[in-house]
């Protein structure tokens, strides 16, 4: 019995290491993982991002087709709408992507519209920082070699954390102004 358990289990650790060795390698590549599809390059032209904060998944759609289905890490206490600046929490809402920013400290970024105006009109009236500079970005410099790992705990500090590869594909993929929907 323990052997056949022991064996169950290197087989599936064997799975997982091969499985993560691959989208890892395509993510490099400048791919997007498709699951059983494999390694796909083409870049569609992304117009809208839906992030599930409850999923811990963000969803890119070109023309209200669906081309990319992606894992993320969020921020380290992500229950509930960001309030103040320093709460660790995602935001809740829609947000334009505002810019493109190549000289990250997370690899690569895409710089969100938080605060909108109403986070900001509210801010103002209880007189405190509802925070800023929420992005969607890659992994620390130094440490793109975690891949695909980084995903298993919310580790930010408000952003939405992808791999390294996911980064650039959705850096190139999505434009500024392109719609990004928050939900818990």
Not at 12 to 31: E, H, I, K, N
Not at 137 to 154: T, Y
Request: proline share 5%.
């Amino acid at each position: 019995m323990k052997a056949a358990l022991a064996a169950i289990l290197l087989a599936a650790t064997a799975y997982f290491v091969w499985d993560w060795v691959r989208v890892d390698a395509c993510l490099d590549r400048g791919g997007m993982w498709a699951g059983p599809m494999g390694c796909r390059t083409e870049l569609p032209e992304v117009d809208r991002i839906l992030i599930d904060k409850s999923d811990r998944k963000l969803v890119a759609f070109e023309r209200g087709r669906v081309v990319a289905t992606m894992k993320v890490a969020l921020g380290r206490d992500p229950a509930g709408n960001k309030q103040v600046e320093g709460d660790n929490r995602t935001p809740e809402g829609i947000y334009p992507i505002e810019a493109h920013k190549p000289d990250s400290a997370f690899h690569r970024a895409l710089r969100l519209g938080y605060p909108g105006a109403r986070q900001q009109a509210r801010a103002e009236r209880g007189g405190y920082d509802p925070g800023s500079d929420i992005m969607i970005h890659g992994l620390p410099n130094g440490l793109g070699w975690i891949g695909s790992l980084q995903h298993r705990m919310d580790w930010t500090q408000g952003c939405i954390a992808l791999t390294n590869g996911e980064v650039d594909w959705l850096y190139q993929s999505a434009r500024d102004g392109t719609p990004v929907e928050i939900r818990a």
